[in-house]
């Protein structure tokens, strides 16, 4: 239950505070006032891929949160790659999934398994890191918050499903946000619309089987400026390639 109750308040203070309209002006004035400082910023804002949102936390006499935003360059329609931050939300969503499917036995804790099915997936059936050595969600999310883990996200991907995560990023709103690929293995295009088959199971009893997945959609975002970036990438044969590395297709979190 405190997993879950964390990131109830969790959501709800980014709801609260995103709600509230963002001052754009004020950390521009900031930077401005001390070139010494920030002229590098100012003058070549692109260059250097800069984006600051900032919320102040006021509690008043009842300990009742407040939330003040403040803004610089935010702009839906700019990617800026959004790395560990797609991991809250898909943790979040697999706690509500769990909760929804309303399974006697099935809670976060349940062991389970990972099969593998599609080209490029892998399977678990243990993990070293857990307390009992049986995966479950409620360690990969304990995972994705002590040590911002790849494979806990991923995994966590996998089990709510690109279709169910992107659907309910509509619903709460998120309307320039997509996760739509695993994080650190290269994955994209195909292979990032397919994934694993789990299985739940306690004292050798099997409580829940979920069949693998296929999410046809791309969740194009033809608005989106700046995909294409930088000189050179190290592609998968470890090997410098003098070309812009192309963002298209990847994970968007404005």
């Given amino acids: 239950m405190r997993i879950f109750i964390f990131f109830y308040f969790t959501v709800m203070s980014i709801s609260i505070g995103m709600a509230q309209q963002i001052d754009s002006t004020y950390l521009s004035s900031l930077l401005q ?75 976060r804790d349940t062991p389970l398994q990972i099969d593998s099915t599609y080209d490029r997936q892998t399977s678990v059936y243990r993990d070293s890191s857990s ?22 996200h991923n995994r966590l991907f996998e089990f709510v499903g690109r279709a169910e995560i992107n659907s309910k990023l509509k619903k709460h709103g998120s309307q320039y946000s997509r996760i739509v690929n695993r994080l650190a293995i290269g994955d994209k295009g195909i292979w990032a619309k397919h994934t694993n088959p789990f299985t739940f199971y306690r004292d050798g009893q099997v409580i829940y089987r979920q069949s693998a997945q296929y999410d046809p959609k791309d969740y194009e975002m033809p608005w989106l400026k700046n995909t294409v970036q930088g000189i050179g990438y190290i592609n998968a044969a470890d090997e410098l390639v003098h070309e812009p590395w192309s963002f298209e297709g990847l994970n968007v979190y404005a």
């Fill in 33 to 107: 006032k001390n070139p010494d400082l920030f002229d590098q910023i100012l003058n070549h804002p692109t260059y250097n891929e800069v984006q600051i949102l900032y919320t102040q936390i006021d509690r008043d006499k009842d300990n009742i949160p407040h939330f003040t935003s403040f803004g610089y360059r935010l702009d839906p329609t700019w990617y800026f790659y959004p790395a560990s931050t797609v991991k809250l939300p898909t943790a979040i969503f697999a706690l509500e999934k769990i909760n929804e499917l309303k399974i006697r036995g099935l809670g």
């Fill in 131 to 152: 307390e009992n050595t049986l995966p479950s969600i409620a360690h990969y999310i304990k995972k994705v918050l002590l040590t911002s883990d790849n494979d806990g």
